[in-house]
């Protein structure tokens, strides 16, 4: 059972999320269950703010862009890479 599964709040779940981009660990189930535990909405809305203050985070998921960078048209999706996109621009 990953501590993502154990959070009680999406809040919780994000620092979870901003914790491993930092430290580059390896993307794959802990990662996603940041995510998939009914309120990934709110997670990435977190996130996004957690970007808009954090150039350390930002760099670490453009270094993992592939991983990290969400590929669809939906706003939050655009509203992450913005938030990312803008320590850069």
Do not use: H
Not at 2 to 27: E, G, L, P, Y
Request: net charge positive.
């Amino acid at each position: 059972m990953s501590m993502a599964t154990k959070a009680k709040s999406a809040k919780a779940r994000a620092n979870i999320a901003v914790r491993m981009i930092k430290q580059q660990n390896n993307f794959g189930r802990p990662f996603d269950d940041c995510f998939e535990m009914g309120d990934g909405n709110q997670v990435m809305e977190c996130l996004i703010e957690k970007i808009k203050n954090d150039r350390e985070l930002a760099y670490n998921i453009r270094l993992k862009e592939f991983y990290l960078m969400p590929r669809d048209d939906s706003d939050q999706s655009i509203r992450y890479r913005q938030a990312v996109d803008d320590w850069f621009n």
